[in-house]
């Protein structure tokens, strides 16, 4: 059972940064893909950055350019750089994860943290 803790989320400006990370713990971290989700009021969980175990990223187009997912296999830690950030990009940020290949639908991960928070004023 693999557990996931999200940190780092808050109020940024529009054209601000903020950098989300999420401790995973209980299974072997470097075995899983690794994704950030998001979700705002009334709609579904969307795909924003997923990175395999051996590093490589696919992105949202939504935050291709601005976005950046990372993850360090030593700490167990992915992380979420978000630069030039827009109103848009306020929801709900969660860290998931899931063994295998690279997937960007939420119902293909097994494991969820609760979430943090991201909200972008204009």
């Known amino acids: 059972q693999v557990q996931l803790k999200e940190s780092g989320g808050g109020l940024a400006q529009a054209g601000g940064s903020l950098r989300l990370s999420c401790a995973a713990s209980?299974?072997?971290?470097?075995?899983?893909?690794m994704g950030w989700f998001r979700r705002t009021p009334g709609k579904e969980r969307e795909f924003v950055a997923g990175?395999?175990?051996?590093?490589?990223?696919s992105y949202a187009d939504s935050v291709k350019g601005r976005f950046t997912i990372s993850r360090d296999n030593g700490k167990n830690t992915v992380a979420l750089q978000m630069n030039s950030l827009k109103p848009e990009d306020t929801a709900l940020y969660y860290c998931?994860?899931?063994?295998?290949?690279?997937?960007?639908?939420?119902?293909?991960?097994?494991?969820w943290g609760q979430g943090t928070q991201v909200t972008v004023s204009s």
């Open positions: 209980g299974g072997t971290f470097s075995m899983y893909v």
């Open positions: 998931a994860a899931r063994r295998g290949s690279m997937a960007t639908m939420a119902g293909e991960y097994d494991y």
């Open positions: 990175i395999r175990w051996s590093g490589g990223g």
